[in-house]
């Protein structure tokens, strides 16, 4: 019986756990509360007078305790509406990842098992570059995630201020290596750096200066320094 996720996953996880966690709050800002429905076929969503085009992700079963993804799905497989569960698929396939190609990830022996199937909701947004997940019941005892595919959902760009803050918080979501958070992070917002054993440097974007990460003898995080550009 599995009882945690395999180290590739954990560090592909942790490539999109700062940015991740940004686009999230950014997902939960953006689509009010209130009842929602969703139509497979044309890949729409509702929730609170919003309508978003969607994708599904995935499901947990509470009882099984157990993850199936959509690309998986029997009812669902080769539609439209896993196209972006099957391209997490292809990636898996391509990188080596066993838990994104699993058409079904047994989590009972996880501690939390809850977690670890949003642990894998969370990991699939970052591989599809999707702007936020949305889980939602879908019977007594399933839960089904879907991933929005839709312009209107905002995207957070890289805010030097909070820059700090916004590493740290996506460093402590998994704690394996806040190296690849800090990557990630960058990659992601498509920001040049360079690595060096004891810290990362980084040129912010549009000229706004840079930005200097250092990490301690266990890897951790020791500080994150800006050197703003006056004006930019």
């Known amino acids: 019986m599995v009882e945690t996720f395999s180290d590739v996953f954990l560090f592909e996880a942790e490539r999109h756990a700062a940015w991740g966690a940004a686009q999230l709050e950014a997902l939960m800002g953006f689509v009010p509360e209130g009842e929602w429905s969703a139509d497979l076929v044309t890949c729409r969503y509702q929730q609170g007078g919003i309508e978003l085009r969607v994708g599904v992700l995935g ?8 993850w199936m993804w959509g690309w998986a799905n029997p009812g669902l497989r080769g539609t439209e509406a896993v196209a972006l569960a099957g391209a997490v698929e292809r990636y898996g396939r391509a990188h080596g990842i066993p838990e994104l ?5 047994d989590l009972s022996g996880f501690e939390d098992p809850r977690r670890a199937a949003e642990t894998l909701a969370f990991t699939g947004m970052g591989v599809a570059e999707a702007p936020g997940y949305i889980g939602a019941p879908a019977g007594p005892a399933t839960q089904v995630y879907f991933l929005p595919d839709d312009p209107q959902v905002p995207r957070p760009v890289l805010d030097p201020v909070a820059l700090p803050r916004t590493l740290l918080a996506g460093a402590g979501l998994i704690g394996r290596s806040p190296r690849h958070v800090v990557e990630g992070y960058f990659d992601h917002h498509g920001v040049p750096y360079r690595s060096e054993p004891t ?6 974007p549009h000229g706004a200066g840079a930005a200097e990460v250092s990490f301690d003898a266990l890897g951790r995080i020791a500080g994150v320094e800006l050197k703003l550009r006056p004006g930019a």
């Open 59 to 66: 499901t947990y079963d509470m009882n099984e305790q157990s």
């Open 199 to 204: 810290r990362l440097l980084a040129e912010l």
């Open 101 to 105: 190609t699993a058409e079904v990830v």
